[in-house]
């Protein structure tokens, strides 16, 4: 069946770069949302979508953090300037509407 | 600000044993209340909701839980547990008037002995 998929599945990088992490949602599902989760603690949220609109974006943390999504499509979040803080797994979930939230596998982003 | 508290982080059990898991939100507001589960190495998946209506609501695998509006609380419960419900528990809450977001407690590891 078609969930939502995440893109690459585990990224290791070095302080300093940027990253870019890749959601394709569940067709039709016009809602998205991107949570992180640092170790042993629960999801934070992010940003959200309707559309390809984010009508909030309370959850990012800080202005290196940068998220866009195609229509009602795939959604790339950016980390610029990469700090170790950074280190978390990044889910993304879709829904139709306000009801249930499906999520992805995640991205296991480790930066050295 | 909206936040969630699962008081026990991490729950060891013998099969057969009853289970109850402790939520507790704070929002002034009406509220859709979650359990997510993950099993090792899968997503997480909706284990129930709770809407409106009956507050005791019934879930996938036996699971089930009770909205107690004035103890803001959503505990979870299963009468006997399997070993195969060791996995990681999410209590979550999205408030009616946001844009939908779920304001996750950091989860409570349970893991259930043969």
């Known amino acids: 069946g078609a969930g939502v998929s995440q893109s690459p599945s585990n990224k290791v990088t070095e302080k300093g770069k940027d990253v870019e992490l890749r959601c394709d949602p569940i067709?039709?599902?016009?809602?998205l949302y991107w949570y992180r989760q640092r170790l042993g603690q629960g999801l934070e949220f992010l940003i959200y979508?309707?559309?390809?609109?984010?009508?909030?974006k309370s959850g990012l943390p800080s202005d290196r953090f940068s998220a866009e999504r195609t229509g009602e499509s795939v959604s790339t979040l950016t980390i610029q300037r990469t700090q170790q803080e950074d280190s978390a797994v990044y889910l993304c979930?879709?829904?139709?509407?306000?009801?249930?939230?499906?999520f992805g596998p995640g991205t296991r982003l480790t930066v050295l | 600000a909206q936040s969630v508290s699962q008081h026990n982080h991490h729950v060891i059990l013998s099969e057969a044993a009853s289970l109850e898991l402790g939520c507790n939100y704070s929002?002034?507001?009406?509220?859709?209340l979650f359990w997510y589960v993950q099993y090792p190495g899968q997503h997480l998946q909706l284990l129930l909701k709770?809407?409106?209506?009956?507050?005791l609501v019934k879930g996938i695998k036996g699971f089930e839980a009770e909205f107690i509006k004035s103890k803001f609380s959503f505990n979870l419960r299963k009468p006997s547990v399997q070993w195969s419900d060791t996995a990681e528990y999410f209590c979550?809450?999205?408030?009616?008037?946001?844009?939908?977001?779920?304001?996750f407690g950091q989860g409570t590891t349970l893991q259930v002995k043969p």
């Open positions: 979930a879709s829904s139709l509407s306000s009801s249930e939230q499906f």
């Open positions: 067709s039709g599902h016009t809602a």
């Open positions: 979508f309707q559309g390809n609109s984010a009508p909030d």
């Open positions: 929002y002034g507001g009406t509220v859709n």
């Open positions: 709770y809407f409106s209506g009956d507050p």
């Open positions: 979550a809450v999205k408030g009616s008037s946001n844009t939908g977001k779920l304001i």
